[in-house]
T-cell receptor, first 112, second 114 residues
């Protein structure tokens, strides 16, 4: 079945460091891909998405590119801030009508 | 704009007790979902409702029942709680007619079963 694999955490970075969180997927067809973020004590909220190959999703300085050839959707940010400390989830849906399948999440801690 | 509202936010139960988690959305979404979040396991789908009047099992439905009361409300019931059901439960909704797949989440309900 469809699945998402993301790098295990926790990831600890200093402020202004470069961030990469790896995400690969297994799915039939052409799924839509998402990154969600969960700040402490809150629910998940959409960070960015891409719906077709080579699309780049971006938001709040974060970016991810849909790579069909490597079945990947890695999350990157050039300069992280303490306020980026959160859990990040990669997810996919085979179609807009099918429930999202989530990865296990990666906890990011950014220290000043 | 409230979005997705879950109640209660915290609950402690004893093994064998029953309870219902309530969820309501005010975005006129057609689909609603219940996920559970456990350390190291990510989010796993318990049940979902693609439209009013329909419900379907997700990845981990055992021990749970759901009711899509109307378009706005989707409840999750534990008939006889077990310690393995200690978790954080999230309700979510989406407008699948738009075809984007985006989910909108509530703030979560933390359940502890002793």
């Amino acid at each position: 079945g469809d699945s998402v694999t993301q790098m295990e955490g926790p990831v600890t970075l200093s402020e202004e460091a470069f961030l990469t969180i790896n995400c690969t997927y297994t799915a039939t067809g052409y799924p839509s891909l998402f990154w969600y973020v969960q700040y402490p004590g809150e629910g998940l909220q959409l960070l960015l998405k891409a719906t077709k190959a080579d699309d780049k999703g971006s938001n709040k300085g974060f970016e991810a590119t849909y790579r069909k050839e490597t079945t990947s959707f890695h999350l990157e940010k050039g300069s992280v801030q303490v306020s980026d400390s959160a859990v990040y989830f990669c997810a996919l849906t085979p179609s807009g009508n099918t429930p999202l399948v989530f990865g296990k999440g990666t906890r990011l801690s950014v220290i000043a | 704009n409230a979005g997705v509202t879950q109640t209660p936010k915290f609950q402690v139960l004893k093994t064998g007790q029953s309870m219902t988690l309530q969820c309501a959305q005010d975005m006129n979404h057609n689909s609603m979902y219940w996920y559970r979040q456990d350390p190291g396991m990510g989010l796993r789908l318990i049940y979902y409702s693609a439209s009013e009047g329909t419900t379907d099992k997700g990845e981990v439905p055992n021990g749970y029942n759901v009711s899509r009361l109307n378009k706005r409300e989707f409840s999750l019931r534990l008939e006889s709680a077990a310690p393995s059901q200690t978790s954080v439960y999230f309700c979510a909704s989406s407008d699948t007619r738009k075809g984007t797949g985006e989910l909108f989440f509530g703030e979560g309900s933390r359940l502890t079963v002793l």
